[in-house]
């Protein structure tokens, strides 16, 4: 069973930014594809940014293509996501996902994942 668990959400003015951590455990020594999902009240949950720890790959959603990261650090068994230049509509609850599946530069949903973190608010105030 993996466990996730998020921290680093918070509330911010609009053109600040935010890092997101997910810390991984309680899996076997594999790798990952580890996710971001937001999803804003009365609207659906949406990738945002996915990473696969075996070789690095990486998906970025168009909409935060050049403002969000994604990157790893295996040592600690935790993905990150920084978040810059933010914007209202980033405002949202943020979900970790992994699954132990490959993923690649490709969008997911939700049901490729099978464990997920608590959740992280962001808020992004104009």
């Known amino acids: 069973q993996v466990q996730l668990v998020e921290s680093g959400g918070g509330s911010v003015q609009a053109g600040g930014s935010l890092r997101l951590s997910c810390a991984a455990s309680?899996?076997?020594?594999?790798?990952?594809?580890m996710g971001w999902f937001r999803q804003a009240p009365g609207k659906e949950r949406e990738e945002v940014a996915h990473?696969?720890?075996?070789?690095?790959?990486?998906y970025c959603a168009d909409s935060v293509k050049g403002r969000f990261t994604i990157s790893r650090d295996n040592a600690k068994n935790t993905v990150y996501l920084q978040m810059n230049s933010l914007k209202p509509e980033d405002t949202a609850m943020y979900y970790c996902?992994?699954?132990?599946?490959?993923?690649?530069?490709?969008?997911?949903?939700?049901?490729?994942?099978?464990?997920w973190g608590q959740g992280t608010q962001v808020t992004v105030s104009s």
């Open positions: 996902a992994a699954t132990m599946a490959y993923c690649g530069a490709y969008v997911l949903s939700r049901y490729h994942y099978n464990y």
């Open positions: 309680g899996y076997p020594d594999s790798s990952l594809c």
């Open positions: 990473l696969y720890t075996g070789d690095g790959s990486t």
